[in-house]
């Protein structure tokens, strides 16, 4: 990709170049997990109290294991924006890597049973599992695997955000004026790359629009259920009133409050899957970062080529003496005199020199988007087989849950329908 492409060489966790790319993944080499989060209190840049919550990142030799070695795992403390520093490092050094998202900062799509507050306990924990998520998409992407800053995120305490900082990856941003102006003024854009972006925005409507009903669902479907403890309460009140069958209506409200009491589990159970959903919600804005990488460098490509066909269309000018399109140069001339042939001469070997330059630098970006379209469509593909391959297993689950849902519901009224069998 150039030469300011970052190094993948991995610390030493990464031994001969032999080795297939999927042996060397990160994952064969350490084990990562993020086992706990705690909430902090501190102070910002300008000296002001913030409550915040740190994730603790455990890191443990799969060598050792494997030997039978029960040693303890490395462990440090990171912050969320510490996380969001490391994604946007990869994100301007990898911009041909569909790079794996973040778990949301603030709950979205939620229920209204569900908190919203980033502080919530529940919350936290399915934003710790989100976190552990990132760290091993990273750890087995085959090319960010290889990346020392992401190791040393890992595994370095101190002296790591300094790390990412000397890398300079800040000055490649690139900004969203001009990729917005990149977008509306390429004239050549590429046919795929305009599908994959229109696909992404489809992909994340289809989602937004999935976990809202799944949303509203769980609304009534917590109200359905809590609604059957008033069976339970109004059997219970009626037992007390009856000999021969209290009983039986007794042990038929119970039943209908532990099936009310089940929403609660079931629900919690259910925000597992609505985050898996929402990663590639996440994961179509990440598509879509790709496809305006590549309008970029298309629109300098195109602006690069431009340029250079009007300084030889004024080289050709000068040598021939004639102006094929109006300028002020010409009207200059028509003004003030025509110039002399040595000052003419000068001007045509100065532009020649240009001419030559940027051939060579239009050449030079013809070879880094051709390398660009390359990596990223390599890792599209590699995006797609995991995107069908997770959102399938996630819709399997969640309807197996749905199903396991619906039998308890029936084993209940049939529990309730033998207690009023023996009455």
């Given at each position: 990709?150039g030469?300011?492409?970052?190094?993948?060489?991995?610390?030493g966790?990464?031994?001969g170049?032999?080795?297939?790319?999927?042996?060397?993944?990160?994952?064969?080499?350490?084990?990562?997990?993020?086992?706990?989060?705690?909430?902090r209190?501190?102070k910002t840049?300008?000296?002001?109290?913030?409550?915040?919550?740190?994730?603790?990142?455990e890191?443990?030799?799969?060598?050792?294991?494997?030997?039978?070695?029960?040693?303890?795992?490395d462990?440090?403390?990171?912050?969320?924006s510490e996380?969001?520093?490391?994604?946007?490092?990869?994100?301007v050094?990898y911009?041909?890597?569909?790079?794996?998202?973040?778990?949301?900062?603030?709950?979205?799509?939620?229920?209204?049973?569900?908190?919203?507050?980033n502080?919530?306990?529940?919350?936290v924990?399915?934003r710790?599992?989100g976190?552990?998520?990132?760290?091993?998409?990273?750890?087995?992407?085959?090319t960010?695997?290889?990346?020392?800053?992401?190791?040393?995120?890992?595994?370095?305490?101190?002296?790591?955000?300094?790390?990412?900082?000397?890398?300079?990856?800040?000055?490649?941003?690139?900004?969203?004026l001009k990729a917005?102006?990149?977008?509306?003024r390429?004239k050549?854009?590429?046919?795929?790359?305009?599908q994959?972006?229109?696909?992404?925005?489809?992909?994340?409507?289809?989602?937004?629009?999935?976990?809202?009903?799944?949303a509203?669902?769980a609304?009534?479907?917590?109200?359905?259920?809590?609604?059957?403890?008033?069976?339970?309460?109004?059997?219970?009140?009626?037992?007390?009133?009856?000999?021969?069958?209290?009983?039986?209506?007794?042990?038929?409200?119970?039943?209908?409050?532990v099936?009310?009491?089940?929403?609660?589990?079931?629900?919690e159970e259910?925000?597992?899957?609505?985050?898996?959903?929402?990663?590639?919600?996440?994961?179509?804005?990440?598509?879509?970062?790709?496809?305006?990488?590549?309008?970029?460098?298309?629109?300098?490509?195109?602006?690069?080529?431009l340029?250079?066909?009007?300084k030889?269309?004024?080289?050709?000018?000068?040598?021939?003496g004639t102006v094929?399109?109006?300028?002020?140069k010409?009207?200059?001339?028509?003004?003030?005199?025509?110039?002399?042939?040595?000052q003419?001469?000068?001007?045509?070997?100065?532009?020649?020199?240009q001419?030559?330059?940027?051939?060579?630098?239009?050449?030079?970006?013809?070879?880094?988007?051709?390398?660009?379209?390359?990596?990223?469509?390599?890792?599209?593909?590699?995006?797609?087989?995991?995107?069908?391959?997770?959102?399938?297993?996630?819709?399997?689950?969640?309807?197996?849950?749905?199903?396991s849902?619906?039998?308890?519901?029936?084993?209940?009224?049939?529990?309730?329908?033998?207690?009023?069998?023996?009455?």
């Amino acid at each position: 990709m150039g030469d300011g492409a970052p190094e993948k060489e991995s610390c030493g966790i990464v031994s001969g170049r032999s080795e297939t790319m999927e042996e060397n993944y990160l994952l064969k080499k350490i084990e990562i997990g993020v086992s706990e989060a705690e909430k902090r209190n501190g102070k910002t840049s300008m000296n002001m109290q913030e409550t915040y919550t740190a994730y603790l990142i455990e890191t443990r030799s799969v060598e050792s294991q494997l030997d039978g070695q029960n040693t303890p795992p490395d462990s440090l403390w990171r912050r969320y924006s510490e996380f969001e520093l490391l994604r946007n490092y990869l994100l301007v050094s990898y911009p041909y890597v569909v790079v794996p998202p973040l778990p949301e900062k603030r709950a979205e799509f939620v229920w209204h049973k569900l908190s919203a507050d980033n502080m919530d306990p529940d919350f936290v924990e399915r934003r710790r599992i989100g976190l552990e998520s990132f760290l091993l998409r990273v750890a087995s992407h085959p090319t960010l695997c290889h990346d020392k800053i992401f190791y040393s995120f890992l595994t370095q305490e101190s002296g790591w955000k300094e790390a990412v900082y000397e890398t300079g990856f800040q000055l490649k941003v690139d900004s969203r004026l001009k990729a917005l102006n990149a977008t509306f003024r390429v004239k050549n854009p590429d046919k795929r790359f305009t599908q994959l972006k229109h696909y992404s925005d489809e992909l994340q409507t289809a989602i937004s629009h999935l976990l809202r009903v799944r949303a509203r669902v769980a609304d009534r479907l917590y109200g359905v259920y809590k609604v059957h403890g008033n069976y339970g309460r109004v059997f219970s009140e009626w037992s007390a009133i009856e000999k021969e069958m209290g009983d039986g209506l007794q042990s038929a409200g119970h039943h209908m409050d532990v099936y009310a009491a089940s929403i609660d589990d079931i629900l919690e159970e259910e925000e597992h899957y609505a985050d898996q959903l929402k990663e590639y919600l996440f994961y179509a804005e990440a598509l879509r970062a790709v496809c305006r990488k590549h309008e970029l460098m298309q629109y300098d490509l195109e602006m690069a080529a431009l340029d250079l066909a009007t300084k030889k269309q004024q080289c050709e000018e000068l040598a021939t003496g004639t102006v094929r399109t109006f300028s002020l140069k010409g009207m200059t001339s028509k003004l003030f005199g025509q110039e002399t042939p040595e000052q003419r001469e000068a001007k045509i070997k100065a532009l020649e020199e240009q001419i030559e330059e940027e051939e060579k630098q239009l050449k030079a970006k013809n070879l880094e988007s051709s390398d660009f379209v390359k990596s990223a469509w390599a890792d599209i593909d590699h995006f797609k087989e995991q995107k069908n391959r997770d959102l399938k297993e996630a819709l399997i689950s969640y309807a197996v849950m749905q199903i396991s849902m619906c039998k308890k519901g029936i084993q209940v009224w049939t529990n309730a329908k033998e207690c009023f069998s023996k009455m």
